[in-house]
């Protein structure tokens, strides 16, 4: 019989009423401390001294259903023939109350040998272990920790069996059936010992108790092809949202950013828009303006289409529609569509003839025809002093819808230069008349950059103070325009011939009339003369067209001088 402690206060108790020993609560503590793994502590076999064992310690009862107190039988002592093991007195419980007894010890378990205390584990039978050392060990652990697997068994009826093949067997096996543990749910159930013992609780080792655990308690996930369902059906969504997100978003911030603006008009448009180009200007000056007289829809598109169809801008006049296609615009300005248009290009300084010339050559027009109409000038508004249309045919480039009129490009013309009159301020015909006269003398005789000086001289001449020149303005393209011809030099039988209403040099005041086209700048100086004390003026360099102006004739005879030897260094160039 092994000891045990009769004091019910002394501390635990086992399933069966008796209270734990030191080395099973020890065994116990450890067996928590390690997570209810089931491999017993080496501990447990260590070798006790030969006398009694260690006294218990006090421990707390186990809530267990009592058993009815059955008489203690006499436990046989069995020795171990093959390893002359000593044999160990069991005393006797002092309290038999405390404990449950077995009621018979099973018949088919002669060779078994059992330790005293209530939950040792059964002896080791010798036949099964010859090499077994001729110690007999005591184990920590009194009692075998078997549980059930998920569901621990009830304290009382035994009902632990119901969850087991194979049951503990020896004199002790109602006893053993009771010691269910708190960790029990840590366990399986329903084990056996490696050497196929019943009744030994073999949990095998470590990693293969988790991973089983581990194995069976995972909660199983989806499968992958589901996973992949689920990612391709996630991703679909998002980027069908994102298509929906960023419609409905451009086509709220359309009328913000102007997306819904007409980028071209399809042509081929109506009425009449002049656009001018002045010299140096740029594409996209001109495209601003092609859109503020609505000539197309866009300029940043139809500046576009003009880079894309390469060439250069031309300055002039362009005659064009309303709501013009970008191509048909970007042609007329490179001169393209000369075949879907009439061109004319007319320089400034031309004489009428020369202007009627050119008309012709750029409409179809015949010159005789376009003569007579220039002979009848009152019906295109200038002036009543005006026999023909000489100096009113504005200077430009111009482009006129196939099938206009000859009456109509005249008028154009004539109706640019009374416009620039007019933006001057000279308004009366009379006056318009002079400042035209004097302005085609200016585009003649003066360099550009000259022009108001040259003007303010002529007005000088014209003052009845002056006694310089008497009046006569001595413009050398005065008589040559009278002469019918183009040079540089006139001889002075022909600055003496009176009968030539253009002679400037015998005929005091303006010639009879315009002696060519002037242009704007011209027309400018002529209308806002600069103010100055010249009578006189030359130019010395007719390729730069460098002019020197004087007061005096001494000084101006200096400035002849130069422009002869200009002249005789530059032969056949002064003609």
Request: negative net charge; aromatic residues 6%; charged residues 20%.
């Amino acid at each position: 019989m092994s000891p045990v402690n009769s004091d019910d206060s002394a501390g635990e108790v086992s399933g069966g009423g008796r209270p734990l020993t030191r080395k099973e609560i020890r065994a116990r503590e450890k067996l928590q401390t390690t997570q209810g793994h089931s491999i017993i502590p080496p501990q447990a076999f260590e070798t006790g001294p030969a006398g009694d064992p260690t006294p218990p310690e006090t421990a707390q009862q186990m809530p267990s259903k009592p058993e009815p107190a059955q008489p203690e039988p006499s436990l046989p002592q069995h020795s171990l023939p093959q390893h002359s093991l000593p044999q160990h007195s069991l005393p006797q419980p002092a309290d038999p109350q405390t404990m449950t007894q077995p009621a018979q010890p099973p018949a088919d378990a002669p060779g078994e040998s059992y330790p005293g205390d209530a939950g040792d584990e059964p002896a080791i039978d010798s036949q099964d272990h010859p090499q077994a050392a001729p110690t007999v060990h005591e184990p920590e652990t009194t009692a075998l920790y078997t549980v059930a697997a998920d569901n621990p068994a009830p304290a009382a009826d035994n009902g632990y069996y119901d969850h087991h093949e194979d049951a503990p067997t020896g004199p002790y096996a109602e006893t053993e059936a009771h010691y269910v543990y708190q960790d029990a749910g840590l366990h399986p159930a329903g084990t056996y010992s490696p050497d196929g013992q019943p009744g030994v609780e073999y949990h095998g080792d470590d990693g293969e108790d988790l991973m089983a655990r581990a194995a069976s308690r995972a909660p199983k996930g989806p499968s992958k092809k589901i996973r992949r369902r689920r990612r391709f059906l996630a991703l679909v969504l998002t980027l069908t949202l994102f298509v929906v997100a960023f419609s409905v978003g451009s086509q709220l911030l359309k009328p913000l950013l102007g997306a819904d603006a007409v980028a071209d008009y399809p042509g081929p448009g109506t009425g009449e828009v002049t656009i001018t180009v002045p010299p140096g200007s740029g594409a996209k000056a001109v495209a601003d303006e092609l859109r503020a007289k609505n000539v197309v829809a866009s300029a940043d598109a139809f500046l576009k289409d003009f880079m894309a169809a390469g060439g250069a801008l031309s300055p002039g006049d362009f005659s064009m529609r309303e709501e013009m296609k970008n191509s048909d615009a970007v042609a007329v300005l490179l001169d393209r569509e000369q075949g879907k248009v009439m061109y004319i290009a007319l320089s400034a300084g031309l004489r009428v003839n020369e202007s009627l010339q050119a008309i012709s050559e750029g409409t179809g027009v015949s010159v005789p025809e376009l003569t007579a109409l220039s002979n009848d000038p009152a019906q295109f508004g200038v002036p009543s002093r005006a026999k023909n249309l000489e100096g009113f045919l504005a200077p430009g480039e111009y482009r006129f819808p196939l099938g206009t009129s000859a009456t109509d490009i005249l008028q154009k013309l004539v109706t640019t230069t009374l416009d620039e009159l007019k933006a001057q301020g000279i308004t009366d015909p009379a006056k318009q008349y002079d400042v035209v006269t004097v302005a085609s003398i200016v585009q003649a005789e003066g360099g550009q950059a000259e022009y108001g000086d040259v003007a303010g001289a002529i007005y000088n001449r014209l003052k009845p103070t002056n006694t310089e020149t008497n009046g006569l303005i001595q413009s050398d393209a005065t008589v040559t325009y009278g002469l019918g011809i183009r040079s540089f030099h006139i001889d002075e039988d022909q600055k003496a011939d009176k009968t030539n209403p253009y002679n400037t040099y015998a005929n005091t005041g303006l010639p009879a009339g315009p002696i060519g086209s002037p242009g704007k700048t011209a027309i400018d100086a002529a209308a806002k003369p600069t103010s100055n004390d010249y009578m006189y003026w030359v130019t010395i360099n007719l390729d730069t067209k460098e002019t020197k102006f004087s007061s005096t004739l001494a000084q101006h005879n200096v400035y002849v001088a130069q422009y002869n030897a200009w002249c005789n260094d530059n032969p056949g160039r002064c003609v």
